[in-house]
């Protein structure tokens, strides 16, 4: 079965960082688009960045994130990470892995795979 299973979540002070990784297995990681959302309490979930690779290695950042947050992937380790630098409090939330062959699919949240979630919470 697909497997998306993060990690490197935690408690970071504003100003700090973290590295999102996501393993995936029991699909051919690099046909896929790989993601990140994020959701915080009370709020909707909402796409944070992907990448792909079959068609092009393009990356894609909703406009709160860009050039504080970098996704990037290993093909050769079935993972993916996002690398989140200059942290702020409403960047905490529980942050998924997403999946999908087609790119479209997984910057609207229509993916085929999702993770479990992990934690990022940014104090102030």
């Known amino acids: 079965q697909v497997r998306l299973v993060e990690s490197g979540g935690g408690r970071v002070q504003a100003g700090g960082s973290l590295r999102l990784s996501c393993a995936a297995s029991?699909?051919?990681?690099?046909?896929?688009?790989m993601g990140w959302f994020r959701q915080a309490p009370g709020k909707e979930r909402e796409f944070v960045a992907a990448?792909?690779?079959?068609?092009?290695?393009?990356?894609f950042y909703t406009d709160s994130v860009k050039g504080r947050f970098t996704i990037s992937r290993d093909n050769a380790k079935n993972t993916m990470y996002l690398q989140m630098n200059s942290l702020k409090p409403e960047d905490t939330a529980a942050y998924y892995c997403?999946?999908?062959?087609?790119?479209?699919?997984?910057?609207?949240?229509?993916?085929?795979?999702w993770g479990q979630g992990t934690q990022v919470t940014v104090s102030s």
């Open positions: 997403a999946a999908d062959k087609v790119t479209s699919m997984v910057i609207s949240g229509r993916n085929d795979y």
């Open positions: 990448i792909s690779w079959v068609g092009g290695a393009n990356t």
């Open positions: 029991g699909l051919s990681f690099s046909r896929y688009t």
